[in-house]
């Protein structure tokens, strides 16, 4: 499989470039940094992005914090514009499925900031016709952060505890491994039914369940 992949060096590309070496796939990373562990590298700005090489897919793992950000303009930038910029750069070298990470609750007119950018991103990537378009919702991501990041890290220790009291509507926001959502990036990549498909916890659940390998 042929991917390109942006967001490679944090936490959930880390985990698709791991697996894609593991498998030999071809990856092209686009981003303002090089991973080091690309087939090939595009070191480029999110706002002036080089024609893109044709692939099977395109994998967008891009994500900050507002806090990492510093305002919430700069997580914008990235979590939107940047997410937007790399989509429309996709469709324009050929590529028809497209396949990003956003968040649960994620809603154009929610109240919270964060999830409002979110909502925002995934309506305007289903303007953009991809034939197949998969929008992965995670809660809480389980990994290694770079950083100082003493909440999340408390949500990690309680994440085990947390998930199972999580029930009924809220079982979509039960934590999962960065590496169980790469692999789940990885299965999706290789499908072909059209249309936008949306995943929460039960769906990523139900998908590794039936994968054989790890």
Known sequence: ???LLAGGTGLVGNE????CLARTHHVTSVGRRPTGRASREIVAGFSELPHLPAADAAVCVLGTTIR???SREAFREVDYAAVLSFAVAAQAAGINHFLVVTAVGAQPDASVFYSRV????ERDLQKMDFS???ILRPGLLIGPRKGNRPIEAFLQHIAPIA?????GAWRRYRSIAASELARCLLALASQQARG???HHYDEMSK???????H
């Not at 979110?118 to 991103?121: I, R």
């Not at 998930?163 to 029930?167: A, E, N, V």
């Open 163 to 167: 998930d199972r009291i999580m029930l």
């Open 1 to 3: 499989m042929n991917l």
């Open 16 to 19: 698709v470039l791991t697996l």
């Open 196 to 198: 936008v498909f949306i």
């Open 68 to 70: 990492q950000a510093g």
């Open 207 to 213: 998908l590794l369940s039936g994968m054989d390998y």
């Open 118 to 121: 979110k909502g925002e991103l």
């Open 132 to 134: 197949r378009l998969d």
